[in-house]
């Protein structure tokens, strides 16, 4: 049965800009590009699932042709729904269920993150990691932190919150959680700074790497229990992951068909929150850093149409010389370029933004994607910076 909300593809028109935005299609002849594997194919899709094809699977969900789109057509989502909805996976693929269980890997390592870091980067576990687990050689890894970020706030910031009457939830994603508890301490100061208290709820993943992965049901599990815990509170939530914020915004309601209206009014990605403070006169004093940065726009940011607040809020910093990079993809698109047999377009997706980054000749890049972040610091040498991080230095203790 073909659900009216659904006939998105019905709008095309053919005019193919879709196909000229595609990272992938650009980087490799083996993906015909958005207009083909979306639209044009789910009329034939509808009318029998068998034919889908296998290059469905080098769609990395960046949805830069849903932002080309002149007609609305939900590309990307069309691609996902026929990548996961028509063809169901029997066999058990441990690459893409420990890549996508963020919680579970992350909870154990945390624990023995020295040993952890130490031994990922042995070289014989890489080779097995390549042989056996298809997971490229050279792909580095961000390092996992000691313990989690949540217990981290429990034991030593939960206390340093309460004086504050107005207060936000911060929802702190896996990144934060077990691998850059800094970036949340410096959410925490710049809010504090501000005026608010930042309380955590109880979260799971967003979902993201589920989704990517196809293990729907299980993304609809951690969405039931994330949507259940920030319906709760009451005040403002933000989160610093703009793919979480993209999944909690829109992969709920659009993608898993969850009804999210208990808290999406109220949540906002950081930039957003912060440009809303700052436009209201709330702007903590902040010292010259005389700092030269290039910053790079992650796809699902550019989607949710939020790249303006993180710009807007980088040029209320004094003494950051900014370079806005004409970036596209960088082409890691979360576990995307974890996988040997996405490594050579992943690099070559991201090439011209390594480029544009090395040009620009600065002293940081910033972005406010995770994974970005990973694919920029392995393929520079310059340090990727989060804008929070940046507002956090440049605060006046
Ligand atoms: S989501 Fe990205 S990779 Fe997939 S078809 Fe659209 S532009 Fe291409
Ligand atoms: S950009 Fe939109 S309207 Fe144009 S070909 Fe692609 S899907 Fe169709």
Request: charged share 20%; proline share 5%.
């Amino acid at each position: 049965m073909i659900k009216l909300e659904n006939i998105s593809f019905d709008h095309c028109i053919k005019c193919t800009v879709c196909t000229m935005y595609c990272p992938v299609a650009q980087a490799t002849h083996l993906f015909p590009g958005p207009k083909q594997s979306g639209p044009d194919a789910e009329r034939l899709r509808i009318k029998n699932p068998e034919l889908v094809d296998s290059s469905l699977k080098y769609c990395t969900n960046c949805k830069r042709c849903e932002i080309a789109c002149p007609s609305n057509v939900k590309i990307a989502e069309i691609i996902q729904k026929a990548k996961w909805n028509y063809v169901k996976i029997h066999w058990f693929r441990p690459r893409d269920f420990f890549m996508s269980r963020t919680d579970l890997v992350g909870s154990i390592t945390t624990i023995v993150s020295t040993i952890t870091n130490f031994v990922v980067n042995l070289k014989i576990t890489r080779a097995f990691m390549h042989i056996f687990l298809k997971i490229p050689f050279t792909r580095q890894f961000p390092p996992y932190a000691k313990g989690t970020f949540k217990k981290l706030y429990e034991k030593k910031i939960s206390k340093t919150q309460r004086p504050f009457e107005k207060r936000v939830a911060f929802f702190h994603g896996c990144y934060i959680n077990y691998n850059n508890h800094s970036l949340g301490q410096d959410l925490i100061r710049v809010m504090n700074a501000m005026g608010y208290g930042v309380d955590i709820v109880k979260e799971k993943c967003c979902g993201v790497p589920l989704i990517a992965n196809g293990y729907i049901e299980k993304a609809k599990k951690n969405a039931k229990f994330n949507i259940a815990h920030l319906s709760k509170t009451e005040t403002p939530i933000v989160s610093t992951s703009s793919s979480c914020s993209y999944a909690l915004l829109h992969e709920y309601k659009e993608f898993l068909e969850m009804d999210n209206s208990g808290y999406i009014s109220r949540l906002d990605y950081i930039t957003k929150f912060i440009y809303d403070e700052f436009s209201r006169g709330n702007i903590p004093k902040m010292k010259p850093l005389g700092i030269r940065a290039a910053y790079h726009s992650p796809c699902h940011l550019e989607r949710m149409g939020g790249v303006m607040y993180t710009l807007g809020v980088l040029k209320k910093i004094p003494g950051l010389e900014l370079v806005i990079l004409n970036s596209e993809c960088c082409g890691i698109a979360g576990t995307y370029g974890f996988k040997n047999e996405n490594y050579e377009i992943s690099q070559a997706i991201g090439s011209a933004l390594f480029k544009l980054i090395d040009n620009a000749n600065p002293e940081f890049v910033i972005t406010d994607c995770e994974t970005c972040t990973m694919q920029i610091e392995m393929n520079t040498k310059y340090k990727v910076l989060h804008p929070v991080t940046l507002i956090a230095m440049a605060l006046k203790e």
